[in-house]
């Protein structure tokens, strides 16, 4: 059956502008890292992809490595386009990076100007498209001098190629000299995608500040702390969860007791509240308007009703964000 979104899609979503830019994106984004593979079922990526537009979500997350294999979360992502999201192309924000180990020999990795714009090049091809919305530096290069790196993010916006650019996993003084060099090439730096989440707080030591300062927009990916921040791990680690997998993202003996003990005092809080953990683990990334997204990953749809349901919640109480971090600090 073909496909056409629902019409009021636009209602209950929140959108927030991303720094001193035009362009505004959705509180929550969904991130294609996981599920979203050559190893996974297209029906159910198309299934839930279509459930994020359809409650909002505009704004799709990639990077060239995304699968596994790596690539194949762009190529399944062009399969949907095609399916059923081109005919609303100009109303999606879509994103794909480049830095971290693609394909054999020195041009395959990092931040010279050779592999981005290669990588860039080949990750369009995949998905189908003339152009991306943002294209991400993805991690920091420790040989590649700065000005090389930025300098190819600017050719490629000028080249047509993408819209906008970020960074991503940018400490604060390397922010903030990236946002330099763009400024004076002529093309700002959007957005700042960090790992932020209730216990990885890391970027409240000056990251933040800076992108105040220069005027950019944040994205948080991992707000749930790859599903410890939700009900999945309250009663031990199931043997279908992702720790009792072979992810090397999370592992079973990262999952302490006292970890655990504060979750479940969280969840606590979040029930309180008419919330699920979840719910509330996002809410506290978008609090106070400091991010302007947080980036979700689904394996089934009812993770992203949820994850747009936490919209609803009402603002935090002082005392509630105190005891969230007596809590985290116990």
Request: charged share 25%.
């Amino acid at each position: 059956m073909k496909y056409s979104a629902q019409q009021e899609r636009y209602d209950k979503m929140t959108y927030n502008r991303s720094g001193r830019s035009g362009l505004r994106l959705p509180a929550i984004s969904l991130g294609l890292w996981h599920n979203f593979g050559g190893i996974n079922m297209l029906e159910s990526q198309r299934a839930m992809a279509r459930k994020a537009f359809d409650l909002g979500i505009t704004h799709f997350d990639l990077a060239n490595n995304y699968g596994p294999p790596p690539g194949s979360a762009e190529e399944n992502f062009g399969s949907l386009l095609k399916q059923d999201l081109a005919p609303y192309r100009d109303e999606l924000i879509i994103s794909t990076k480049a830095g971290y180990d693609m394909w054999p020999g020195p041009y395959g990795e990092w931040g010279s100007k050779k592999y981005l714009v290669a990588s860039l090049n080949q990750s369009l091809t995949r998905m189908g498209l003339d152009y991306v919305d943002i294209f991400y530096h993805h991690r920091p290069d420790p040989d590649t001098p700065l000005e090389e790196t930025m300098s190819a993010l600017d050719l490629i916006v000028r080249q047509g190629k993408a819209l906008y650019v970020g960074l991503s996993n940018y400490s604060a003084e390397q922010t903030r000299e990236a946002s330099r060099i763009l400024k004076s090439l002529g093309t700002p730096c959007l957005i700042h995608q960090p790992r932020y989440n209730m216990m990885d707080r890391w970027v409240e030591d000056g990251l933040l500040d800076v992108l105040e300062e220069e005027g950019i927009g944040s994205i948080a990916f991992s707000p749930l702390r790859a599903g410890i921040l939700t009900d999945r791990y309250l009663n031990g680690i199931a043997p279908d969860s992702r720790a009792a997998g072979p992810s090397r993202f999370l592992k079973a003996e990262t999952i302490t007791d006292e970890i655990l003990a504060k979750v479940r005092r969280l969840d606590e809080l979040a029930r309180a509240r008419g919330q699920k953990l979840s719910q509330m683990a996002l809410a506290w990334v978008l609090r106070g308007g400091r991010v302007t997204s947080a980036l979700i990953g689904a394996s089934k749809i009812s993770q992203i009703d949820d994850a747009v349901g936490a919209l609803a919640a009402p603002d935090f109480t002082d005392s509630e964000l105190a005891l969230i971090d007596a809590i985290l600090l116990g």
